[in-house]
């Protein structure tokens, strides 16, 4: 059976994922997919891997075995190389690089996002999305899906993956993940008298003002959109 080929395109800000050719998600299982990417992203953050101690801590382990038995499992499958007795030896692969670029970022997908009505977004990584670093720039990516039409009119649509830059840093007009009253939703996001203001890419919703009061109970803004991916099958 022919293997499948990664091809990416951009348009509007969206890459169209028609197939990727990625050994690696198939054969692990999310805890692995996770465990990896931290590995990777940890590396490449503080210039040295992270040791069996850090990724514990990290995903809140208890014992340090339960990190040494995925990690294991890493190695014994090719993703990770490690050196006995030496603390910060964890490498990745070159496999893990090889998905149709040498310069990829691994991006936790971690839940669902509304383009419409708020609706509970996910914090807990479903998978891990192996993306083209030249287009999803950015020091600490992640990634939500997208359900609703609210931002059809920014070419954003449901079932789209948004790409976002954690942090609550934005600039007006900024397309953004906001959290208010443990409810996520993707707008524009605009500074606004007492407070600020979401606006939808889709005359049907009308904007929302979220007050300078529920900024600081129940606001919170998960990330600013770097790009959004679509899947063809």
């Known amino acids: 059976m022919r293997d499948k080929?990664?091809?990416?395109?951009?348009?509007?800000?969206?890459?169209?994922?028609?197939?990727?050719?990625?050994?690696?998600?198939?054969?692990?299982?999310?805890?692995?997919?996770?465990?990896?990417?931290?590995?990777?992203?940890s590396s490449a953050?503080?210039?040295?891997?992270?040791?069996?101690?850090?990724?514990?801590?990290?995903?809140?382990?208890?014992?340090i075995s339960t990190a040494q038995q995925h990690l294991g499992a890493l190695v014994k499958k090719g993703r990770l190389t490690r050196t006995p007795k030496s603390p910060r030896s964890l490498r990745v692969t070159t496999r893990l690089r090889q998905v149709g670029s040498d310069q990829v970022v691994s991006v936790p997908l971690v839940g669902r996002i509304a383009a419409g009505s708020p609706i509970f977004a996910l914090e807990e990584a479903e998978e891990v999305l192996p993306l083209p670093r030249a287009l999803f720039r950015g020091s600490s990516?992640?990634?939500?899906?997208?359900?609703?039409?609210?931002?059809?009119?920014?070419?954003?649509?449901?079932?789209?993956?948004?790409?976002?830059?954690?942090?609550p840093d934005f600039s007006d007009g900024d397309i953004a993940a906001v959290v208010v009253n443990e409810e996520a939703t993707l707008k524009r996001v605009f500074k606004a008298k007492g407070g600020v203001r979401l606006h939808a890419e889709n005359p049907a919703y009308p904007?929302?003002?979220?007050?300078?009061?529920?900024?600081?109970?129940?606001?919170?803004?998960?990330?600013?959109?770097?790009?959004?991916?679509?899947?063809f099958n």
């Open 5 to 41: 080929k990664f091809l990416a395109k951009q348009s509007l800000n969206t890459v169209c994922l028609y197939g990727i050719n990625d050994n690696m998600a198939a054969a692990l299982t999310k805890t692995q997919s996770n465990v990896l990417a931290f590995v990777e992203q």
């Open 141 to 167: 990516l992640f990634a939500l899906r997208v359900k609703g039409d609210s931002m059809i009119d920014a070419g954003i649509f449901d079932g789209d993956i948004a790409v976002l830059q954690s942090g």
């Open 45 to 63: 953050q503080h210039g040295r891997p992270p040791t069996m101690k850090e990724v514990a801590q990290y995903f809140g382990w208890s014992s």
């Open 207 to 231: 904007d929302r003002l979220v007050s300078s009061e529920q900024i600081e109970q129940s606001f919170r803004l998960a990330g600013v959109l770097v790009g959004t991916i679509r899947r």
